[in-house]
């Protein structure tokens, strides 16, 4: 199974630039996208109902033109639903959970922490929310994967310049804690497992400073998997060279 998790940066935007076909070149089984920008009646028919695979939308709730995620499914789930137990995690269409028979697949858009103080305790108190999430599901009998722009990188091997970026969301200590609490819980980042030392390898690069050009960026999308998964993986690659988006696909393959 070959899952394909992208932050878009508008989905309208990507299909009106003519990259919603490099999508299917790689062939998913499944596709999550993060930050949509958009609910399902603003897409046209082929991005809201493709052919050959079953569409599903969270959309924000407070504005439009924000944060929102889409997850198109191959095979349709056993049972698809958005959002977490707190509303007020739920309002902005960050999330989409799958129950795929024995594994829990969660599409995610985690909160910036920019903002001030109260956007940074949202981002923390969301990752918390999740995490809960994910750990009932577990005590449930189900694997977790979940993917999608955690919009924190972990390690100072994840991003370009570490040093300058201590004291700024996204790689603030307090974020990058929460990552090891998930580590300790037993899920792997599964890039890191398979390719611990390698540096230089971005999801994500500013545009308004050509970051990308230089390969100044972020690595802050992942794939983390349950502990009991990672035999079953088959590969996971960082699509680096698809454009369309400020953030690059990355792939998991897996055999279930």
């Known amino acids: 199974m070959r899952i394909i998790s992208w932050n878009v940066n508008g989905l309208r935007a990507l299909h009106k630039k003519g990259y919603w076909e490099s999508i299917f070149e ?3 089984d499944i596709f999550c996208i993060q930050e949509t920008k958009s609910s399902p009646d603003q897409l046209p028919d082929e991005v809201r109902n ?11 709730k407070v504005r ?21 137990k707190n509303e007020d995690f739920s ?4 999330i989409i959970s799958a129950d795929l028979g024995s594994i829990l697949l969660c599409n995610v858009y985690f909160p910036n922490g920019g903002g001030g103080p109260e956007r940074l305790k949202y981002k923390l108190d969301f990752y918390e929310e999740f995490l809960d999430l994910i750990e009932s599901y577990r005590k449930k009998g189900k694997e977790i994967i ?87 993986v088959e590969s996971v690659r960082v699509h680096d060279l698809v454009f369309g988006s400020d953030h690059c696909p990355i792939e998991l393959t897996i055999g279930l």
């Open 146 to 232: 979940f993917c999608g722009d955690v919009n924190t990188a972990h390690k100072a091997i994840d991003l370009a310049r570490p040093k300058e970026n201590e004291k700024n969301t996204g790689f603030l200590p307090e974020e990058r804690a929460w990552l090891d609490k998930v580590v300790s819980k037993g899920y792997v980042d599964v890039f890191r497992h398979f390719y611990p030392d390698k540096a230089q390898v971005y999801t994500y690069w500013d545009m308004k400073t050509f970051s990308r050009d230089r390969n100044v960026g972020w690595r802050i999308d992942y794939f983390f998997v349950s502990n009991a998964l990672i035999p079953k």
């Open 91 to 94: 309002k902005e269409g960050r």
């Open 50 to 60: 493709p052919p050959g695979f079953f569409a599903y939308f969270d959309s924000s």
């Open 26 to 28: 790689m062939n998913p």
């Open 64 to 84: 439009k033109g924000y944060s929102g995620v889409a997850s198109y499914f191959k095979v349709k789930p056993k049972e698809v639903w958005s959002g977490l």
